[in-house]
C-alpha cells in the first residue's frame, strides 16, 4: 500500500494553519547594529509610532473581546502611550467600559475620552 498521498494531504491540511500562526505571532523584528549585536526594535524606539502601534492593536485587540463593546466603532489613537478614544456609544456605562480597559492594556500612560453619546 502507498500511504503517501494520504499523508501528504493530511500534513498539507494540519501544517499550513499551524504556520500561518506561528507567522502571525512572530516577536518583533530585530536588527544587527555594527557590532553584531542583536536589538530588540521595539524596546530601541520606545514611545515612538512601533511602540504606540502595538498600543493601539492590543487596545482595540481588548475592545473587540468585550461582547458589550466589540460591535461599536471605536477609533484608538496612540501617541508615546497617550490614548485617544473616539467614536459614538448607548450608554455611559459604555463609555467607563471603554476606558477602564484601555487603562488595563500595558502600556497606556493616559487616557483622553473623546466618546459620545448617541443621540
Do not use: Y
Amino acid at each position: 500500500m502507498n500511504f503517501q498521498p494520504h499523508i501528504s494531504h493530511i500534513l498539507r491540511r494540519s501544517l499550513i494553519p499551524v504556520l500561518a500562526v506561528l507567522l502571525c505571532t512572530v516577536p518583533p523584528v530585530s536588527a544587527q547594529t555594527k557590532d553584531k549585536t542583536s536589538v530588540d526594535i521595539t524596546r530601541e524606539v520606545g514611545g515612538t509610532p512601533a511602540v504606540d502601534t502595538d498600543i493601539t492593536n492590543r487596545v482595540k485587540s481588548a475592545i473587540a473581546m468585550d461582547n458589550a463593546l466589540s460591535g461599536f466603532d471605536i477609533g484608538v489613537v496612540t501617541t508615546k502611550g497617550d490614548v485617544h478614544l473616539t467614536g459614538t456609544v448607548d450608554t455611559q456605562l459604555q463609555i467607563s467600559q471603554l476606558v477602564a480597559i484601555t487603562r488595563d492594556v500595558e502600556g497606556v500612560k493616559s487616557v483622553k475620552d473623546e466618546l459620545k453619546l448617541k443621540p
